[in-house]
């Protein structure tokens, strides 16, 4: 029973830091509606009922309000809209986050001009301030949305769990290869379709199901083990690309809330999705890495620990599953 109860507890402990992910970064919008005015859009992530992270958004001394700001809890995040002004506009002012330097969160900042051009930037805790250029960038789009892309397929550990038991069930070698490329061919469908607003699916049955994959695939892995090789060790890519359509929503979640730069749409797309494959192969190599370093060095390993990596995926994702439905 004491076995079971540690069991428990740290089966609880990896779920809280593997939802860790979840939690959106900060998102501010600046828009110009006006010769040296813009309207404001401050989102801040939710800690539960009417909480939010203590980000503030510090504007140059010379800025005014010229409404007070409006403040609601939407969707779990807390989001202000005001109306700023500054003589001679913000390029060339500093806009800080008072506040990031003691989180663990980012902050993505867009700034959209009368023009279409768009300045898109990415603050941290180490960085937690930026000057508003005259001339917006389009390389400094693509360098924020592919960081963007990395950083939320390297957080989403449910996504990279999935990965991980195509790449136990398949062994490698070119049914791996395959098996990826369906994988990123169906998510890049969706991930494109419901950024762009063709497709609308509610996120939270969409990470239900994410979920709900991880565990298909973990069973397909014990029951290979037991000689009933099933539909994903015969034609995983076939289980990759059905998925992959689900994984690809959840992407396009994470995206959406970050929200796409009108003057640039297809280039941040782009490399959102490249960074998102940029972190796929990253965490594939390392584990590629690992395997050969086990081999490398002979290590002997009993057939009933060839079990455990699926039993614990498994269980794992069962118990996000019954976490995300229960919050239907």
């Known amino acids: 029973m004491k076995h079971i109860l540690i069991f428990l507890a740290l089966l609880d402990a990896i779920a809280s830091v593997a939802s860790a992910h979840e939690l959106r970064p900060a998102y ?9 005015t813009y309207d404001v859009l401050w989102k801040v992530p939710g800690k539960g ?19 007070e700001p409006r403040a609601a809890m939407v969707n779990g995040a807390f989001a202000e809209r005001w109306t700023v002004k500054r003589p001679g506009g913000l390029a060339g002012g500093k806009i800080h986050i008072a506040g990031l330097q003691s989180t663990m969160t980012d902050v993505l900042v867009r700034l959209e001009y009368l023009d279409g051009t768009t300045q898109v ?13 005259a001339t917006p960038r389009a ?37 791996l290869v395959k098996t990826v490329t369906a994988f990123t061919l169906s998510h890049s469908i969706t991930l494109s379709l ?10 939270r049955p969409v990470e239900a199901v994410i979920a709900l994959s991880i565990v298909f695939v973990a069973s397909e892995i014990v029951h290979s083990k037991a000689g009933r090789p099933g539909i994903t060790e015969r034609a995983p890519w ?23 730069p009108s003057a ?27 395997i050969a370093l086990g081999r490398r060095m002979r290590l002997s390993i009993p057939r009933w620990a060839e079990l455990v990596p699926p039993y614990v995926i498994g269980t794992l994702a069962m118990f996000w599953v019954i976490q995300r439905v229960t919050v239907f």
């Open 28 to 36: 501010l919008e600046v828009r110009e509606k006006a010769a040296d």
């Open 49 to 67: 009922e009417n909480m939010r992270l203590g980000l503030y958004v510090e504007f140059p001394s010379d800025c005014v309000n010229v409404t």
């Open 121 to 133: 930037t990415r603050l941290v805790p180490s960085t937690p301030s930026f000057v508003v250029e």
């Open 139 to 175: 390389l400094e789009v693509a360098r924020t949305y592919a960081v963007l892309g990395v950083e939320h397929i390297l957080s989403g550990i449910d996504h990279l769990l999935f990965v991980l038991s195509l790449l136990l069930i398949t062994g490698g070698g070119w049914k």
């Open 194 to 203: 419901a950024t762009l607003g063709y497709v609308h699916v509610p996120q």
């Open 238 to 260: 076939v289980v990759a690309f059905l998925f992959g359509l689900a994984h690809g929503l959840g992407f396009a979640g994470g995206l959406s809330d970050a929200g796409l």
């Open 264 to 290: 640039h749409i297809p280039m941040a797309l782009l490399f959102f999705s490249l960074g998102v494959e940029a972190g796929h192969l990253l965490f594939i190599g390392a584990v590629l890495a690992l």
